[in-house]
Structures are given as C-alpha cells and as structure tokens.
C-alpha cells in the first residue's frame, strides 16, 4: 500500500469498551498526528509525534492515549469514550526538518461511533 | 493562539466558471505558512497549494490560485474553470514557522464546494 493507511475504517464501540486505531505511513517519513473530525467544528490537532516522540499533546482527554513504536505506526488506544467522543480521526504525516516544512499527508479516517 | 476562520460555510458554482472562498485568520507570528487542503466525499484529506508568509508572490497551482494579502490576514482561495471533481469540502489551515520540528495545522471549519453542471 502506499501513502497513509489507517484501520479500521469504521468502528463502534460501547463507552467501557477498549479498543485501538492504527495508522501506517509507507512514505518514509519522520512525523505523525492525530486529528479529531467533529461536526460542525474545525479539525482538532491531538497529538504530535516527531521520530518517535511526542512533541505535542493538545490538552487531551487521558481516555485517549497515543502509542509510536516506530516512525512507521501510530496508535490511538481508546478507552472508557464517550459519545461525544464520536467523529472522524485522522492521522497524518510529514518529512520535518528544522525550519524546513513539508506538506502533510493524511489518511482516510476512521468513523468512530460511541454508543 | 491561531485562529482560522472560514466564513462560507457553503458556495455553489457552475462549472467551468470561477469561485472565490476566503480564508482569514489571526496571528501575533510574522513566520508561518498557509494551506488549503481538499477532502471530497471519500474523505481523503489533499493539499491544493500552500503559501509561505515571507513570499510576497500570491502561490498558483494549474487552476488554484491564492490572494494571500499579509496586513489584512486574508488568504483567499482561487479556483477557475470550475470541474465537477472539484467539488469538496475546502479547508484552509495556519501553521507556525517559529518551530524547530513537527507541528500540528490549525484548521477553519470548512467551506462545502457544491459544482453545478
């Protein structure tokens, strides 16, 4: 596959559930995100992974934790949501060098429904 | 903080014609950069085209075009001869230039890109 995959592309949860997102970039980059996707609102910066550290955690719910084993994966484990956790996630990635930037790239999403 | 605001929430052209969306935003930063990203029905979020805040020259990609103007805190989005694959929703998005590494994109809600045949 190329580019920004994530899986899976929908997912219902109850709120005592626990579950993961997986996002995989093929393009060799040194950075990943999460995005959050509500209605009616802008995209929402999470988090923000530069070679396997996290550089940026945007005041967060801890019912959300990131996890980057490599700078090839990004997960998002989920647990005890709420419904107003419903949306679309987006991860993306980017090459970051100091002051050089280059465009991120994004995945598909996952839909996430809390019941 | 940055703030992006989009204030159409929805425009409609015919096609082949031209449209304008507007994008302002609010900074105390001279260094960043400005993007407008397309994400049609099947979700896949793409860059249009990207503007660095040093560069006086308005950015052109084939049919994109943009209006940045610096003092006004305006970057507006071109679009001419308007295709029917055009039609999306629009966000325009700020990032900082003061950073040494990864940062994140701040986003305005979006403007829905309806083509009319």
């Known amino acids: 596959e190329t580019g920004v995959t994530q899986t899976p592309r929908h997912l219902v949860m109850g709120m005592t559930n626990k579950k993961s997102l997986k996002c995989e970039q093929h393009?060799?980059?040194?950075?990943m995100y999460w995005y959050k996707q509500s209605a009616k609102k802008p995209l929402e910066l999470m988090f923000v992974y530069s070679l396997e550290e996290r550089v940026e955690n945007n005041s967060v719910p801890s019912r959300f934790s990131p996890e980057c084993p490599n700078s090839s994966h990004l997960f998002l484990h989920l647990h005890t949501l709420q419904p107003e956790d419903s949306a679309l996630y987006l991860c993306?990635?980017?090459?970051?060098?100091?002051?050089?930037?280059?465009?991120?790239?994004f995945g598909p999403g996952t839909r996430l429904t809390v019941l | 903080a940055q703030t992006v605001t989009q204030s159409q929430p929805e425009m409609s052209v015919q096609e082949a014609e031209t449209v304008t969306l507007s994008c302002t935003y609010d900074t105390s930063e001279s260094d960043y950069y400005l993007f407008w990203y397309k994400q049609p029905p099947s979700r896949q979020m793409i860059l249009v085209i990207r503007?660095?805040?040093?560069?006086?020259q308005n950015a052109t990609e084939n049919r994109f075009s943009v209006n940045f103007q610096k003092a006004a805190k305006s970057f507006s989005l071109k679009i001419s001869d308007s295709q029917l694959g055009d039609a999306a929703m629009y966000f325009c998005a700020y990032r900082s230039g003061s950073g040494g590494g990864a940062d994140g994109l701040t986003f305005g809600k979006g403007t829905h890109l309806i083509i009319q045949p």
């Open positions: 503007q660095e805040a040093y560069k006086q």
């Open positions: 393009l060799g980059h040194n950075a």
């Open positions: 993306a990635s980017s090459q970051e060098f100091r002051r050089v930037y280059n465009e991120q790239f």
